[in-house]
């Protein structure tokens, strides 16, 4: 999935989106009302439920989310699925699936395993071994701490690791450091921050502002928060694009995979992607250019892909040869691929069991 490209784009529309967001009628709530609200939604096993209902109402505050009900069971069913209402969720086998990794990296850059071992057996910061210290990590914070000193403080650790942090995702929404960043350089963090904006992640009051800032920070005319669970999985828009791929497929026959990548990067003497090579068949249909076509749907993780040519076109002649009007949000076929997940699990799952927690948040209210 290009989830990077995805973020930068969702970044620029924070801003326009939070002005579309209507308040409506409880605009006018207090910060103590608001927060009030939320904690009645909270599930009964979450502690600090005060400072948790404070952050999230912040968060939604900041991004003028309106605090109806189904809003504020959206936050909330994310962070129970995603961490069940922890800071810094702990992980199952986190330590030899770190290990396992850096393994995988040394081998990358031609490093000998011995080579590799030797290196994590220096002594740490903290008087541990980096071996030692990465058996012991239970949560993606620790494990990211490690990374983080061992890069600083072994000259292999750089060339292991190339200063990326292999950890990508944190706090109790599960959101990419990426995305975060990118919040944080457009301005559009209300806090002041106390350390890296790795750190701020880390933290309940960054993490939950990030993931509220990830759910609702864009512009999405879907029927349902359901299919704005799927986006926080696979990316932004990727309902909306797999309708389109729908479609698509609807007027060619082509079987394509409905996971929201309109186009793949390729040079221009290689084919393009699935989808791409797809909508290039009807271009006569369409009455477009290819040039046109690929400039229309490299806008995939933009809301102005809807107002393209292609777009309507697509979407006209389907629905004509269809007979029925065709669906403008389907959940992507995307198999989840982790180390931390060890049995199949798809977007659709992660989305109807998020759905399935917002509806008993509802009923809690």
């Known amino acids: 999935m290009k989830t990077l490209r995805r973020f930068a784009a969702a970044g620029l529309a924070v801003a326009a989106t939070a002005c579309s967001i209507p308040e409506g009628r409880d605009g006018a709530m207090s910060a103590a009302e608001g927060r009030a609200r939320v904690a009645r939604y909270l599930p009964p096993y979450v502690k600090d439920r005060d400072g948790w209902a404070a952050d999230i109402h912040g968060a939604m505050a900041a991004l003028r989310v309106d605090p109806r009900p189904e809003n504020i069971c959206a936050v909330v069913a994310i962070t129970e699925q995603e961490s069940t209402f922890q800071v810094d969720p702990p992980v199952a086998n986190l330590g030899p699936i770190a290990r396992k990794e850096i393994e995988r990296r040394g081998e990358q850059a031609g490093v000998p395993a011995l080579v590799v071992d030797a290196a994590l ?36 650790g750089r060339k292991l690791l190339a ?35 790795r750190d701020e992640l880390f933290t309940r009051r960054g993490g939950v502002f990030f993931g509220v800032a990830h759910l609702f920070g864009y512009p999405a005319s879907y029927p349902s928060n359901l299919y704005r669970y799927a986006d926080y ?71 102005r892909l809807e107002a393209t040519r292609t777009y309507a076109r ?22 989840l691929k982790s180390p931390k997940i060890t049995r199949k699990l798809t977007t659709a799952w992660f989305a109807q069991r998020v759905d399935q927690r917002a509806r008993a948040c509802l009923a809690r209210g």
């Open 121 to 156: 057996l220096i002594k740490s910061r903290d008087g541990r071994s980096y071996a030692e210290r990465i058996d012991a990590a239970t949560t993606e914070r620790e494990l990211s701490d490690i990374y983080e000193d061992f890069v600083d403080s072994v000259p292999l």
């Open 163 to 197: 200063d990326r942090n292999p950890v990508r995702t944190g706090g109790p929404m599960q959101v990419s450091v990426a995305f975060a960043q990118a919040q944080v350089d457009a301005g559009r963090y209300p806090y002041r921050l106390h350390g890296s904006v």
């Open 233 to 303: 999985n696979a990316g932004h828009y990727a309902s909306r694009n797999a309708a389109f791929q729908k479609a698509v497929a609807q007027l060619t026959g082509e079987k394509l995979a409905l996971d929201g990548d309109l186009v793949a990067p390729h040079r221009k003497d290689e084919p393009p992607g699935a989808t791409e090579s797809a909508v290039r068949t009807l271009a006569p249909r369409l009455d477009l250019s290819l040039e046109a076509i690929r400039r229309d749907l490299e806008l995939e993780g933009s809301p």
């Open 314 to 335: 697509v979407f006209e002649l389907a629905e004509r040869e269809a007979g029925h009007p065709m669906p403008r949000a389907v959940l992507p076929g995307i198999e």
